[in-house]
Each structure stands twice: as structure tokens, then as C-alpha cells.
């Protein structure tokens, strides 16, 4: 067992990790590689991550549970700039604001239920295990269907024409 103290230390490196890296990744989509399908890689990553945390055994060092909730940060928290970035470059100017007011919508209401579902697991199952194996696993599934999707996406870049038309 860890102490509350110290485990709480180690996954508040969680959002330390992904608040900083939010511009690196930004700055990643902006020169290297899509945004659409750095997310879709970031999904995955997601559920690497997060696979690796279900795995967590009293054996491991501090040092790499910090390492391992440090990456997993990265991804699980860092990925939103992106996303916003992405949502207001694929609609009409006019759009923007209903586009990532929805989509902020949605995401703000999986961060809500998704710790209550994590819980329902745990309490379930009297296991952390099959918790992050659950929300890695819907992590991965959503990066596959990024990944597949992508090449659907459609930009508009005529600001006269309308959203949906």
C-alpha cells in the first residue's frame, strides 16, 4: 500500500505534465504532423499509458510511477488545445463558438462522469486494474476511430458558405 499522501503527489504530476505540455503538443500540430491525427495517436497513447498504470505493482520504484503518471499527463491532460484548435479551423468563422462550446460540452461532461464510472469499476471489482483497463481500452478505440476518420474531415475555408452546406 502507498501512502494517500504520497500517491496523490504522484498523480497530481498527471496534470503538471499535461498542463505544460499542452503548447509543445500545439506547436507539434502546428509544424510536423495534422492535428486530427495527433489526436488520434494521442488516443492511443492514452490507452498505453494508462494500460501501464493498471499495472502498477508494489515492486515498481517511486520514480517510475512518477514517470509512468508523468506520460500518462501528457496525454490524458494535454491533449485539449489541440482538439479547440482543430474544432475552430474545420468550421465557418460563425461556427466557432457553437463548435467548441459543444464540443466543450461533451468533453467537460466525460470528465465528469468518467471518475464516477472509474469508481463504479473499482467498488465492482475491489481492483484498479480492470478501471484503467476500461477507460484505456475506450481511450484506444476512440484514437482508432480518429485514425480511421481522418481523411473525412472536411475544412471550410469559404467563409461565405455556410456550416453543413
Not at 17 to 26: D, H, N, P, Q, S
Request: proline share 3%.
Amino acid at each position: 500500500e502507498m501512502p494517500l499522501v504520497l500517491a496523490g503527489l504522484i498523480f497530481s504530476s498527471m496534470q503538471v505534465t499535461g498542463m505544460t505540455t499542452r503548447i509543445f503538443l500545439g506547436w507539434i500540430s502546428d509544424h510536423f504532423i495534422s492535428a486530427i491525427r495527433l489526436l488520434g495517436i494521442i488516443g492511443l497513447l492514452i490507452a498505453i499509458t494508462l494500460m501501464a498504470l493498471a499495472f502498477i505493482k508494489p515492486t515498481w520504484s517511486i520514480t517510475t510511477i512518477f514517470v509512468f503518471a508523468g506520460l500518462t499527463g501528457i496525454f490524458v491532460t494535454g491533449w485539449s488545445g489541440v482538439y479547440l484548435a482543430e474544432i475552430a479551423r474545420v468550421v465557418t468563422p460563425e461556427h466557432v463558438a457553437i463548435a467548441t462550446g459543444g464540443t466543450v460540452f461533451f468533453s467537460f461532461f466525460g470528465a465528469a462522469i468518467g471518475p464516477s464510472i472509474f469508481s463504479l469499476i473499482v467498488a465492482a471489482t475491489n481492483n484498479y486494474t480492470p478501471a484503467f483497463i476500461a477507460i484505456g481500452t475506450a481511450a484506444g478505440l476512440v484514437g482508432v476511430l480518429v485514425l480511421r476518420c481522418q481523411r473525412h474531415t472536411t475544412i471550410y475555408t469559404d467563409h461565405n458558405q455556410h456550416f453543413g452546406n
